[in-house]
């Protein structure tokens, strides 16, 4: 069983920064796809961001490209996401995610794609 835990969001006003983490169970960490979703009230859940463990290969949607960094610390199975130059519209529920593959797909990680999920993290970002 693979276990998710999120830590970082919160409440910030629009131009602000946060850094979410998600804590990853070790055995798994080597081999996994992990991934960042979020849902806003009333719609549905997207990808944001995504990456290989296994290499340094990262995905974005368009919406959050040169805004949000996705990264790694293998040492301690840590995957983080920096939000930077947050909008209002980046006000959701964050969820870290992960899909367990001998390799993984060369593009951001879709809802299919995923076998685990954490129990998310809110951030709320007022104008």
Same mark, same amino acid.
């Given at each position: 069983?693979?276990?998710?835990? =999120?830590?970082?969001?919160?409440?910030?006003?629009?131009?602000?920064?946060?850094?979410?983490?998600c804590?990853?169970?070790?055995?798994?960490?080597?081999?996994?796809?992990?991934?960042w979703?979020?849902?806003?009230?009333?719609? =549905?859940r997207?990808?944001v961001?995504?990456?290989?463990?296994?290499?340094?290969?990262?995905y974005?949607?368009?919406?959050v490209?040169?805004?949000f960094t996705?990264?790694?610390?293998?040492?301690?199975?840590?995957?983080?996401?920096?939000?930077?130059?947050?909008?209002? =519209?980046?006000?959701?529920?964050y969820?870290?995610?992960?899909?367990?593959?001998?390799?993984?797909p060369?593009r951001?990680? =879709?809802?299919?794609?995923?076998?685990?999920?954490?129990?998310?993290?809110?951030v709320?970002?007022?104008?």
């Open positions: 069983q693979v276990q998710l835990v =999120e830590s970082g969001g919160g409440s910030v006003q629009a131009g602000g920064s946060l850094r979410l983490s804590a990853v169970s070790r055995y798994t960490y080597s081999s996994t796809c992990m991934a979703f979020r849902q806003a009230p009333g719609k =549905e997207e990808g961001a995504s990456i290989d463990t296994g290499g340094t290969d990262t974005y949607a368009d919406s490209k040169d805004r996705i990264s790694q610390d293998n040492a301690n199975s840590t995957v983080y996401l920096q939000l930077y130059s947050l909008k209002p =519209e980046d006000t959701a529920m969820y870290c995610a992960t899909a367990v593959r001998f390799r993984c060369t951001l990680l =879709e809802l299919w794609d995923i076998d685990y999920w954490g129990q998310g993290t809110q709320t970002v007022s104008s």
